[in-house]
C-alpha cells in the first residue's frame, strides 16, 4: 500500500476538464481559453454559462434566445414552493436552499435520466431557478409571500426584484451579475468535485449540485464571504485592525476571506472585486468598510504573507449593495450553479468512478471477544 496523498488532497490532479483552468502562481484563471480579465468587465452572468456550457462565446441571436429560454424556466415548481414554506422560519438559507434544490429534484421531468440532452434541460431549470428560489426564500422567511418571476428581466435584475419587492439600479444589478460571472467556475474546488463524485456514481444531476451546495455552505469555502463581512463588523473601525489581527493570530484564528489552497498570488477574481468593492462602498456612503479592508489586506500580506480571495471584497461588494448577510453564501451558490451543472455533464460525458483509497493508519489483528466479556 503506497502512502496517502498530501492532507486534504492538496496538489492531486484528480482528473481532466476543459472548462476552466487556474494558475496560482501567476494568479490566472481561464474559462474555456478566455482570461477571466478579458470577461469581467465584458461578460454577462448568462453569457458565461452559454461559454461554459458550449466551450465558445454566444453570438447575439444565440444569445438572446439562451437568455429567452432560461428566463421562461424561472417559476418553481408549485410543490416546491410549498415545501420552502414548511420549513423553520430561522431556516440557514444554505440549508433551506440545499433542501429546495433537492426538492426540484424531486419533482424535476427530467430527474432520473442522465442523457445528455436531459442534463442539458435540468442544468437550465437549475441556473433558471436558483436565484427564484433564493429569493423565495427570503421573503418567505420575513412572512411575505414570494414573487412571480418577470422573463422581461434579465436573470440578475429579476433576482433583485423578487427578493426585494421592487427593481434594483441598474449598477446594483451590474454590480450583482458581476459577482455571479466571478463565481462561476473555478476548477476543481470542493463543492464541485464533491458534485463531480456524486456524478461519478451515476447519481443525477440535483443529487450532485444537492452535494454542492453543502460543500459550499461550509466557512472554509463558500461560507467565508458572509464570514468575511462579520470580521469587519466586529473590527468595526480603521483603528481597531491592527490591535484586532494580532488577537486574532495569538487565538490562531482564521481570518475569512483570505488564503487559498491554489493561489499563492493575487486570487485575479479579487482585483475586480476590490475595484468594485471601493467604488460602491463609497456611493453607499460605507467607505469606512473599504478602508478597513485595504488595512486588513495590507497586514495580512505584510504580517503573513496571505492574499484575499474571492470572498474578501466579495463581501463589503454585497454590503454595499444592502444585501443580508447570510444571502451572500447563497449568491455564490447562484452563480457557481452554471460551474456545477457543467462539471456534471462533463464527468456524464466520459464517466469513470471516482473512487481514491485510504491509507488505513487503525489497528489490525484483533481477537473477537464476546460482548459479556469486552
Ligand atoms: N488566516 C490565517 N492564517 C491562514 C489563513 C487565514 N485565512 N489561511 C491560511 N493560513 C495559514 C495557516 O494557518 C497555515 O499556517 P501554518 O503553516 O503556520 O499552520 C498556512 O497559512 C497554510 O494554510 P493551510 O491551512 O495549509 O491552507 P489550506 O490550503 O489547507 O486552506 C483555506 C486553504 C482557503 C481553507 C484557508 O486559507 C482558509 O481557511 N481560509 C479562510 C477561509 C476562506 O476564506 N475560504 C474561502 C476560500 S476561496
Known amino acids: 500500500m503506497t502512502a496517502a496523498a498530501g492532507k486534504g488532497l492538496e496538489g492531486v490532479v484528480a482528473s481532466q476538464t476543459s472548462l476552466s483552468f487556474i494558475d496560482g502562481l501567476k494568479g490566472v484563471l481561464v474559462y474555456r481559453g478566455y482570461n477571466i480579465h478579458e470577461l469581467a468587465p465584458n461578460a454577462s452572468f448568462i453569457e458565461g454559462v452559454f461559454l461554459l456550457w458550449n466551450g465558445r462565446l454566444p453570438t447575439?441571436?444565440?444569445?438572446?434566445?439562451?437568455?429567452?429560454?432560461?428566463?421562461g424556466l424561472r417559476a418553481l415548481d408549485p410543490r416546491t414552493l410549498d415545501g420552502l414554506r414548511t420549513l423553520p422560519g430561522d431556516a440557514v438559507p444554505m440549508s433551506a436552499l440545499r433542501t429546495g434544490i433537492s426538492l426540484e429534484g424531486m419533482h424535476d421531468p427530467d430527474a432520473e435520466d442522465n442523457s445528455a440532452e436531459a442534463n442539458r434541460r435540468k442544468a437550465e431549470r437549475l441556473v433558471a431557478r436558483t436565484p427564484t428560489m433564493i429569493a423565495a426564500i427570503h421573503r418567505i422567511r420575513q412572512g411575505k409571500e414570494p414573487l412571480a418571476p418577470d422573463p422581461a428581466l434579465s436573470l440578475s435584475a429579476d433576482f433583485v426584484r423578487m427578493a426585494n419587492g421592487e427593481p434594483g439600479t441598474e449598477e446594483a444589478v451590474e454590480a450583482l451579475d458581476r459577482t455571479l460571472l466571478l463565481y462561476l467556475d473555478h476548477g476543481f474546488n470542493a463543492s464541485t468535485f464533491a458534485c463531480r463524485v456524486i456524478a461519478a456514481t451515476l447519481g443525477d444531476m440535483h443529487s450532485a449540485v444537492t452535494g454542492g451546495v453543502g460543500a459550499l455552505k461550509g466557512s472554509l469555502h463558500g461560507g467565508a464571504n458572509a464570514r468575511a463581512m462579520q470580521t469587519l463588523l466586529e473590527i468595526g473601525s480603521l483603528d481597531n485592525v491592527g490591535p484586532?489581527?494580532?488577537?486574532?493570530?495569538?487565538?490562531?484564528?482564521?481570518?475569512?476571506?483570505?488564503?487559498?489552497?491554489?493561489?499563492?498570488?493575487?486570487?485575479?477574481?479579487?482585483t475586480h472585486?476590490?475595484?468594485?468593492?471601493?467604488?460602491?462602498?463609497?456611493?453607499?456612503?460605507?467607505?469606512?468598510?473599504?478602508?478597513?479592508?485595504?488595512?486588513?489586506?495590507?497586514?495580512?500580506?505584510?504580517?503573513?504573507?496571505?492574499?484575499?480571495?474571492?470572498?474578501?471584497y466579495c463581501a463589503t461588494v454585497y454590503y454595499a449593495l444592502g444585501i443580508p448577510i447570510d444571502l451572500y453564501t447563497p449568491l455564490f451558490a447562484m452563480g457557481r450553479m452554471g460551474g456545477w451543472t457543467a462539471h456534471v455533464m462533463e464527468q456524464?460525458?466520459?464517466?469513470?468512478?471516482?473512487?481514491?483509497?485510504?491509507?488505513?493508519?487503525?489497528?489490525?489483528?484483533?481477537?473477537?471477544a464476546p460482548i459479556e466479556d469486552r
Open 60 to 71: 447575439r441571436p444565440e444569445l438572446d434566445v439562451f437568455e429567452a429560454r432560461l428566463a
Open 244 to 270: 484586532w489581527l494580532g488577537k486574532a493570530f495569538a487565538e490562531k484564528r482564521k481570518i475569512m476571506g483570505f488564503g487559498h489552497r491554489v493561489y499563492r498570488t493575487e486570487d485575479p477574481r479579487a
Open 348 to 368: 456524464h460525458g466520459d464517466n469513470r468512478l471516482i473512487r481514491p483509497r485510504a491509507e488505513y493508519v487503525g489497528e489490525m489483528d484483533l481477537a473477537w
Open 273 to 312: 472585486l476590490r475595484e468594485m468593492s471601493r467604488v460602491l462602498t463609497n456611493q453607499a456612503g460605507l467607505g469606512e468598510f473599504y478602508e478597513m479592508s485595504r488595512e486588513l489586506e495590507d497586514q495580512m500580506i505584510a504580517r503573513k504573507g496571505i492574499n484575499p480571495n474571492v470572498d474578501f
